[in-house]
Nanobody, 122 residues
Framework: QVQLVESGGGLVQPGGSLRLSCAASGFTFDYYAIAWFRQAPGKGREGVSCISSSDGHSYYTDSVKGRFTISRDNANDTVYLQMNSLKPEDTALYYC???????????????WGQGTQVTVSS
């Protein structure tokens, strides 16, 4: 069955960096877009970034542009989110999800991982 497993979260100081990984299995990875969402306590799920299947085009929400970079390794069925210059407001549970096309609407995604916690604090 479809599985998405996130890793790489942790506690980091403001200005620090983390790299999240999303390891996929159970479907033809090359055919699907992969997105990262995040959810902070008391808030809704927010689309952070997405990378398409076909041309590898990437999308970012405004608050992370210039700080986060999404990439995919089709040989190893893995997507990465490199997060630099982290801010306290980036603190959230980060999820990866898959869909045929990139979309910031969570309902468009059929499969989700369990999430990895990112905490930015001094």
């Amino acid at each position: 069955q479809v599985q998405l497993v996130e890793s790489g979260g942790g506690l980091v100081q403001p200005g620090g960096s983390l790299r999240l990984s999303c390891a996929a299995s159970g479907f033809t990875f090359d055919y699907y877009a992969i997105a990262w969402f995040r959810q902070a306590p008391g808030k809704g799920r927010e689309g952070v970034s997405c990378i398409s299947s076909s041309d590898g085009h990437s999308y970012y929400t405004d608050s992370v542009k210039g700080r986060f970079t999404i990439s995919r390794d089709n040989a190893n069925d893995t997507v990465y989110l490199q997060m630099n210059s982290l801010k306290p407001e980036d603190t959230a549970l980060y999820y990866c999800a898959t869909a045929p096309l990139c979309d910031y609407e969570p309902d468009e995604y059929d499969h989700w991982g369990q999430g990895t916690q990112v905490t930015v604090s001094s």
